[in-house]
């Protein structure tokens, strides 16, 4: 499986990192072997101390599918789930400057936490859900799925012409404003509509 990732859909985050509003949506890919394994911690990498967390509304896909319609795009998943997209915020800025790409700072070991998978039919409109972030109890980032530039199937739509979607395939939605950096010894925490859906050890 691999992991597509929405950089710069939530207007809020692009004024925060300072980015130009994008024309189409920014793709990148995590390996599969960005996984956190389920119940581990977050361990900071070697390389670097700045890492930075990012929650997210995450997709499932559960058919194969190439060159999908937006009409067409709720056939392709069931499921939805919150993550973090966890990123090496100073080495990502330093490699965008020198138009190099990001992997190495958005793509390594450990750097995609997901949460339990839900049916999407548990919630009434995907396109108006609220998900949340705390830092050791404290709310960090907060973000509506109704802000984000190009909604759930329009993302699905787009990703499909440049990859083809597999069975387990998780899409990364993008993140809202409030991103920040954590620390040895933190907890974050993320909801969807005020429920629990992960917490995780930062080591
Ligand atoms: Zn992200």
Request: net charge neutral.
């Amino acid at each position: 499986m691999k992991i597509i990732c929405v950089g710069r859909n939530y207007s809020s985050h692009i004024d925060e990192l300072k980015n130009e509003k994008p024309q189409q949506p920014v793709l990148f890919i995590k390996p599969d072997t960005a996984l956190i394994q389920r119940n581990q911690p977050f361990f900071i990498p070697h390389f670097t101390s700045e890492i930075h967390y990012e929650v997210e509304l995450l997709v499932r896909i559960h058919r194969l599918g190439k060159h999908i319609q937006p009409k067409f795009a709720h056939k392709y998943y069931n499921d939805i789930a919150l993550g973090i997209d966890f990123t090496a915020r100073a080495m990502q800025t330093a490699l965008k400057e020198k138009g190099l790409p990001w992997e190495k700072a958005k793509a390594f070991d450990g750097s995609a936490l997901v949460s339990d998978w839900l049916p999407k039919t548990r919630f009434e409109d995907l396109n108006h859900l609220n998900f949340s972030l705390e830092k050791n109890g404290t709310p960090v980032q907060s973000g509506n799925t109704s802000q984000m530039l190009w909604d759930i199937d329009h993302l699905i739509a787009h990703v499909s012409e440049f990859f083809t979607l597999k069975i387990g395939d998780i899409i990364f939605t993008g993140t809202p404003a409030g991103v920040g950096a954590v620390s040895p010894g933190d907890t974050l925490t993320g909801f969807i509509e005020g429920q629990q859906q992960f917490s995780v050890k930062i080591k």
